[in-house]
């Protein structure tokens, strides 16, 4: 039944050839331990990376602490006036207080894209690409210079919304602590009223300008933060959506009534 080898060179050969498919098949287990090896650390790598996205995506948000509507009255050509004694009152810009959610990083306004959401459509801004200057009003065309346009940049581009610090621990728009307070300044239109100086300058539906080298006055289209027009029992929806993609929703109603009153909480 067996068959027994007894020549002492054929056992040899045997001998060293099952050596040789022992030691093959070692390095076979080798390469593959390796290559599994290499794989469970890919994969935990990326799973590590993927939590870490993940969590930021849920930790790295703004937190909207307050919301407030600026009301005006519009006359029969649709400019804003003061509203006392005003039928037609809108909202011509909507204030938004934020800070960072518990646990957050630092997160840079600048990146933060804002959709806006109203019955008429759907706007989408970027805070980073709004007015750098609000100081200079535009309201006078003899004023209003090409060197005042400059400081404020090109109406056509830029966005309606102008980010302002409250209280924070820095020169720039990074908010880098839970006791940062800022207000982004959403502008829906302009107030022309006298003595102001605001943001809301900026964005007029047709902002008269002097060119600096003859009397003729351009007009720049402007732009809204929003689709359409907020008035009394209207609703918008805001969310702002950090670079991490960690996003707030803040949904905004307005009162119904908006009868003498100049601002309204949101």
Partial sequence: MFEFITDKEERGQVGIGTLIVFIAMVLVAAIAAGVLINTAGFLQTQAEATGEESAS???????????????GGFDDSDEIESSEGQS??????????VTQAP???????DDVTAELITDEGV?????????DDPSVPLEDADAATAD????????????????DSITESGDDNVIT???????????????????????FYSFRDVVPTDDGISNDVDEREGSQAWAGDLEGGDTMEIRLTTASG?????????PDSLIDRDAVAL
């Fill in 246 to 254: 960690a996003t707030t929703i803040e949904e905004v109603r307005v």
């Fill in 148 to 163: 005042d346009i400059n400081e404020i940049g090109d109406i056509e581009t830029v966005a309606p919304v102008y980010v």
């Fill in 123 to 131: 706007e989408q801004i970027v805070l980073g690409d709004g007015v």
């Fill in 57 to 71: 995506q849920v930790s790295d948000r703004i937190e909207v602490q307050s919301a407030t509507g600026l009301v």
């Fill in 177 to 199: 602590d839970s006791s940062d307070r800022y207000q982004i300044r959403l502008a829906g239109y302009a107030l022309e009223e006298e003595g102001e100086d605001d943001v």
């Fill in 103 to 109: 646990g957050s990083d630092d997160i840079d306004l």
């Fill in 88 to 97: 037609d009152l809108r909202l011509y810009g909507v204030d938004l207080t």
